[in-house]
């Protein structure tokens, strides 16, 4: 029985460019035709019954809109997650050069964005250090453990990482092992996890079984589950996803979603979508299932973790 549910992102909701291969954009690129459209997801996946949404302060204004919408609101409800170590710095510039986002893993990043991420309390359940690598040295910064370890005991969140990069699982076997005060600091993991990028699947199924949450995202690995003639590698997978699309009369997406959702059965799956049409459209993930033929048919299309990171980092902002 799946206990999974779908969650909604705002990476691609709240600032004008993002990761993703497809090509819809919006015509109108201000904030605040954003922050409209946002509004307009938030309350149409409320509406679907989505009752998790996960933001960051580098995605934009996503934390500020969705903090605006809590307030305006007040589901009773909502479940909240949000992350620091990335700082948001295209500043709505569009066709910005170099990087739309910079990572600091220190204290006085900790504490600057803890100060505004806060303010999503109650309703924030989840606070995750936004890609936990070995090069930011997070998981064995002392001073940094402590605080989170701090914030977790004064208000109860459930202090979280995500990952990316071909090492996911090594990165989580390390963080498994971090405790403070002789308790374990991570109760719940972000991870990227779909049909081509399957590496951290068994190290997931311990973490479920430990009784942590798990977060799966980038579940149509940033729009290349659509067929697309750059991946003509990946025709196999676009043939099968197709079969099963037709199949069960539902998109790609829900599809791939689906995978997600019956070989792993996570607590969350994050739609991406960056309007209502494509919400609508994920949502239907949860009115099929997938049986094991199809399943294993899809498991075993998996690529190289490093083949796949690789393809991913010189995929365009657009």
């Known amino acids: 029985m799946t206990k999974t549910k779908i969650g909604l992102g705002l990476a691609a909701l709240g600032r004008p460019e993002y990761i993703n291969i497809r090509t819809e954009n919006s015509t109108d690129k201000s904030e605040e035709a954003f922050k409209k459209n946002t509004f307009s997801v938030l309350n149409e996946a409320y509406k679907l019954g989505v009752r998790y949404f996960d933001t960051a302060p580098s995605y934009g204004k996503g934390e500020a809109f969705l903090q605006e919408y809590k307030d305006v609101n007040n589901h009773s409800d909502l479940i909240l997650g949000t992350k620091w170590g990335y700082t948001y710095v295209a500043n709505w510039k569009l066709g910005f050069e170099g990087k739309h986002e910079v990572k600091e893993h220190s204290l006085e990043k900790l504490q600057e964005q803890w100060e505004v991420s806060k303010q999503l309390l109650p309703k924030l359940k989840y606070y995750q250090v936004h890609s936990a690598t070995f090069d930011s040295g997070i998981l064995e910064n002392e001073r940094v453990l402590n605080k989170l370890y701090q914030i977790k005991k004064e208000t ?36 990227t996890y779909n049909v081509f990028e399957q590496s951290t699947f068994s190290i997931l199924i311990d973490v479920i079984k430990q009784g942590k949450d798990v977060v799966i995202k980038e579940a149509l690995a940033n729009g290349r589950v659509f067929q697309n003639e750059k991946f003509q590698h990946y025709n196999e997978t676009y ?6 699309s037709k199949k069960y009369n539902v998109g790609i997406d829900a599809i791939a979603l689906r995978f997600v959702i019956d070989s792993l059965n996570p607590t969350y799956v994050l739609s991406g979508a960056s309007n209502t049409k494509q919400l609508r459209e994920n949502i239907k993930a949860l009115t099929v299932e997938l049986s094991k033929k199809e399943i294993k048919s899809l498991k075993s299309l998996y690529s190289a973790p490093d083949f796949y990171w690789q393809e991913r980092s010189v995929l365009n902002w657009n």
């Open 156 to 191: 109860g969140l459930h202090i979280g990482i995500t990952t990316s990069g071909a090492n996911q699982k090594e990165v989580i076997a390390k963080a498994l092992q971090v405790n403070v005060n002789n308790e374990e600091l991570f109760d719940s993991f972000q991870v």
């Open 239 to 244: 043939k099968i996803l197709e079969q099963l």
